[in-house]
């Protein structure tokens, strides 16, 4: 099994030691930043003005127009009304009847008054919009006064499409001339005047229908529905208010910096951060099989090959660069977890220290302390004991397993009634027990194993 809860823990415990200042200050800044939020949304938000519409008044406005046949035919029946069309027949339907339609909406209003008034117009103009001549007509004008909301006030008037050719054809005719193109149109001007919502309010409008004459027709284009919005709007104070971001993330800013700070300061305070040299090693071994894997094989070497003179590298990364340079390989023994490269008469071969078993004991286990606590090796008697001895191991071993016996020491009596963040960095960063480590490193033996005869040479 791997040793990886333990590199974690000595991983986190460096970074901590390393930057635990600027962690603080983070953590606390990142809680100023909350509290900030956090009061200016929720404790003073403030206020802010904003306008506001006190009044309003809509005003809708179009024209309606229909022609009654007056001659008979063979399509449409005399008498039926032609409405609502583009165009209109001159000869059976001479006469368009209009109606200018007003209505308007408020939420309160009292006293309006509705004038509407057209009048007919036919001009001649030219290029520029020069006006050569003009002459007007009024057709209706209409007055109706305590017009309530959505109430709607007709003006009506005729046009008779056959009298309006046969006029601008006698204007031309003693004029003498037409230099430009007649127009004819009727414009009309709507008022709506009383109190809405309790203020005085006026509004104005003005379309205009335009009668095209083709001869035997006559087209007429329109605008359709005119609206026009009036309203009174007042500045006015109200409290500032925010979004669900700011609202929800204020207060958990200041929980995540709170919660960070209390932890960064619990872990400083009650464990010793700093690692210890043989910590140190081992973490740069990890960090050496991690960066030269492709370059490690793994496999048992032939017992013969212990036969030979054996040199010991000093880093795993020594050994490969060694390997590299000398166009071999790096072997990792499954069992005793020792690296080894062959090169002519000698065995070259790191053996890579323990994972240590104190969270933050400075007296971790020695380099190969994990080595001979293979299970079947503790059972092998004196030859096993004296391959572990020949190794290089020493009974720090066994004091290492006290030491992570007592372990629990570093922690305080009180821890039980920590909260669980303060659980969960004793966790993180606490100590693990001896049998923790050695389960996690089963397999991992610096001596050879039974029936290796010449296993003593492998620790030479």
């Known amino acids: 099994m791997s040793s990886a809860p333990s590199e974690s823990r000595l991983r986190l415990r460096a ?36 306008s506001r519409t006190v009044s309003s008044l809509t005003v809708e406005s179009e024209y309606r127009h229909s022609a009654t046949v007056t001659e008979p035919n063979a399509v449409f029946a005399t008498g ?26 408020a939420s309160s209003a009292e006293n309006v008054t509705v004038e509407v008034g057209s009048t007919l117009v036919i001009r001649n103009v030219g290029e520029g919009d020069t006006v050569y001549w003009r002459e007007t007509e009024p057709l209706a004008s209409e007055t109706v006064s305590d ?12 046009l008779n499409s056959t009298a309006i050719d046969g006029r601008v054809a006698s204007i031309e005719e003693q004029l003498g001339a037409s230099p430009g193109e007649t127009e004819t149109f009727v414009t009309t001007e709507v008022a709506v005047d009383g109190r809405v919502g309790g203020v005085p309010t006026a509004s104005t409008q003005t379309l205009d ?70 910590e140190r090693e081992y973490l740069s071994y990890r960090d050496d099989r991690s960066e030269f894997d492709e370059w490690i094989t793994t496999f048992r070497l032939p017992e013969s090959v212990h ?36 090169s002519g008469e000698f065995v070259y071969t790191y053996r890579p220290p323990a994972p240590t ?14 080595i001979g606590r293979d299970d079947n090796h503790a059972d092998d008697g004196p030859s096993s004991a004296g391959d572990v001895g020949s190794a290089g191991d020493s009974p720090s071993a066994d004091t290492s397993g006290s030491a992570g016996d007592s372990a629990p020491s570093d922690t305080p009596d009180t821890a039980e009634d920590d909260g669980s963040v303060m659980n969960w960095v004793r966790d993180a960063i606490g100590s693990e027990s001896p049998d923790a480590d050695a389960a996690s490193e089963p397999d991992r ?4 194993g039974p029936g290796d005869e010449n296993a003593a040479d492998d620790t030479r």
């Not at 032609?82 to 001479?94: E, N, Q, S």
């Not at 003179?309 to 340079?325: C, H, K, W, Y």
């Not at 078993?357 to 994990?370: L, R, V």
């Open 209 to 278: 229908m335009t009668l095209t004459h083709g001869g035997d027709t006559y087209s007429v284009s329109e605008p359709g529905v005119q609206s026009d919005t009036t309203s009174r709007t007042e500045r006015v104070t109200v409290e500032r208010s925010y979004g669900a971001l700011r609202s929800f993330g204020g207060p958990l800013l200041l929980l995540v910096g709170l919660l960070g700070a209390g932890g960064i300061g619990y872990a400083t305070r009650e464990f010793d951060l700093a690692l210890a040299p043989a």
């Open 445 to 448: 033996d610096d001596g050879p």
């Open 357 to 370: 078993g104190s969270g933050g004991d400075a007296g971790g286990e020695p380099d190969g302390a994990a």
């Open 147 to 158: 017009v309530a909301p959505g109430e709607t006030v007709n003006a009506s008037f005729a």
């Open 15 to 50: 970074v901590l030691n390393a930057q635990s200042t600027a962690i603080l200050v983070a953590c606390l800044l990142l809680a100023a930043v909350g509290a900030g939020l956090v009061y200016t949304t929720h404790v003073d938000p403030g206020t802010t003005e904003e």
């Open 307 to 342: 036969d030979r003179p054996t040199a010991e590298a000093g880093s795993l990364r020594d050994l490969v660069d060694f390997a590299i340079d000398n166009d071999t390989g790096v072997v990792e023994d499954p069992r005793t977890g020792a690296f080894h490269a062959v």
């Open 80 to 105: 039926s009304v032609l409405d609502g069309r583009d165009t209109y027949f001159t000869r059976i339907a001479p006469e368009l009847d209009v109606d200018v339609a007003t209505t308007y909406a």
